[in-house]
């Protein structure tokens, strides 16, 4: 599939003792998994992520509660998705302009990464943003 911003559901192997979801890399999301951070504690008015990487591909879960993503492309699209489900994540490649925000209470975003952690390959300026990907 073309690598593009998605919606992906993850295996699931819940039974009467509960659930149970499976995230493999390069099964479940197309990557191999560097690293992992998660997000909690947000109040509901705080915007986080506004950033694109060069380098690092994301899945984005909400492990418990919710939040909202908005990725732009840099060339006028742009789409908001619902992190609401704890067996469903998005996938963002490299290049995409992020937005994390609504967080719930009980927001726990988990995030899994391509490639780790390297300040050097985030883009935190939007209109640096623009004229990369335009260019
Ligand atoms: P930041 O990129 O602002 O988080 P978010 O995009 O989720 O809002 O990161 C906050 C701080 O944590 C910043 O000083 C960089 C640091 N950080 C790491 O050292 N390693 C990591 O893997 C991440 C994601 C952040």
Redesign the pocket.
């Known amino acids: 599939m073309d690598d593009v911003v998605r919606m992906l559901e993850f295996p699931q192997k819940g039974d009467e003792r509960g659930h149970l979801v499976i995230v493999e890399g390069m099964k479940d999301i197309p990557f191999e998994i560097k690293?992992i951070?998660y997000?909690y504690g947000s109040d509901q008015e705080v915007v986080?992520?506004?950033?694109a990487n060069k380098e690092s591909k994301f899945v984005l879960i909400n492990v418990s509660g919710q939040s909202k993503v908005k990725v732009k492309d840099g060339k006028g699209n742009e789409a908001i998705f619902s992190l609401n489900r704890p067996h469903t994540g998005i996938y963002l490649p490299q290049m995409v302009w992020k937005d994390?925000y609504d967080f719930s209470e009980d927001s726990v975003l988990l995030?899994l990464?391509s490639e780790h952690?390297n300040?050097a390959e985030?883009i935190r300026d939007y209109n640096e943003f623009v004229k990369i990907v335009n260019q």
Request: aromatic share 24%.
């Open positions: 690293r951070f997000i986080r992520g506004q950033h994390m995030c990464a952690y300040a985030y």
